[in-house]
Structure formats: C-alpha cells, structure tokens
C-alpha cells in the first residue's frame, strides 16, 4: 500500500500499552462490564460490593497497566476480580462464624473448639506425612503467602521446580484427604 493510501492511525493508545490515560480508558472500556459479570458470578454473596471489588481490581492492574504488561485485558479483570470477590466471601463466612461462635451456648462452643482441633491435627499430619521438599513449597506458599517466584529466589530453584513441588504437594492433600 502506498504511502497516501494509508488509513489514518488514531490518536489514542490501545489500552493495554502503559501511560496516564490506559487505565482510565480500561475503566471507561470494562468497569461496566466487569460490574455485571461480578454480580452474573457471585450474586447475592457479594451484595453491594461489586463496585468497590471494581475499584479495588483497578487499583491491583495499574502497576501493570503503567508497565505495557495487558495482554488480554478482561481475563487479567475478572481473573483479579473474581479473586477479590472470592476473598471477600471468606473474610465475610469468618467474621459470620466470629458473631456466631461469640453467642453459642458455652457447650456447642466446646464442640467446636474439638472439632477444630481435630481439624488441625489432620491438617498437621498431612504436612508432616508429604516429602520434605514439597512441604517447604506448600508451606511457603500456602501459609506463608509467598509467589512461586519468591520461593524460587528463597529456595535457589526454578520456578519450573516451585510448580512441579506445589502440585506434588497438593495431589498428596487431596489423595490423603480423599483417604
């Protein structure tokens, strides 16, 4: 094509490519969308959240956003979202269990403290029965919350290795589970 028939290019950046306005154009662009699709997922679980598990998605994309890093942008949204949402539900099933436990009679309390020991104990064998090295990985990652990542430059290993152990670890949690 010659150059006089080109088609003009357009003054605004796509995006998912870094700068002051990418993100308010993926706001202006998704947070619609991303809305619905939380409430279309969760439902009544997350109830008047959705726009703050919006706002607080935005705030989690925008180092990525700033660095050019978007690829697919409503994945990387509703995956971001999704896990929000999903955090939300279990800070909010706590906090119920909180209120509930604090008004139980003294006796149910006692059962439930049993079984929560118990449940501990389980979980304490299934750590101690799993390989020393998939324990490290599952133990750094699931407890002390670090990225696959951090426990590589922690542990001097490739995150290929991290992986490989993590789901080592888990197939041990749920074959000892499934017991």
Not at 80 to 101: K, Y
Not at 149 to 177: D, F, N, Q, Y
Request: hydrophobic letters at 40%; a positive charge; glycine letters at 6%.
């Amino acid at each position: 094509m010659r150059r006089s028939q080109r088609r003009p290019e357009t003054a605004q950046a796509p995006p998912s490519q870094g700068g002051d306005n990418g993100l308010d154009i993926l706001y202006r662009r998704y947070a619609d969308w991303l809305t619905a699709m939380l409430r279309r997922r969760f439902g009544a679980s997350i109830g008047d959240t959705a726009d703050d598990l919006v706002q607080e998605t935005y705030v989690r994309i925008a180092p990525y956003e700033a660095a050019g890093q978007i690829r697919r942008p409503q994945a990387l949204l509703m995956r971001v979202a999704s896990n929000l949402a999903r955090d939300q539900m279990r800070r909010n099933n706590v906090r119920g269990v909180q209120v509930e436990f604090a008004v139980e009679d003294p006796v149910d309390a006692a059962e439930r403290i049993d079984a929560d020991q118990v449940e501990a104990l389980f979980f304490k064998q299934i750590l101690l029965s799993m390989p020393h090295a998939s324990r490290d990985v599952f133990v750094l990652s699931r407890i002390a919350g670090l990225t696959y990542e951090e426990i590589a430059a922690h542990s001097g290993l490739s995150i290929k290795t991290v992986e490989w152990r993590m789901s080592r670890a888990l197939a041990h949690c749920a074959a000892r589970v499934q017991d």
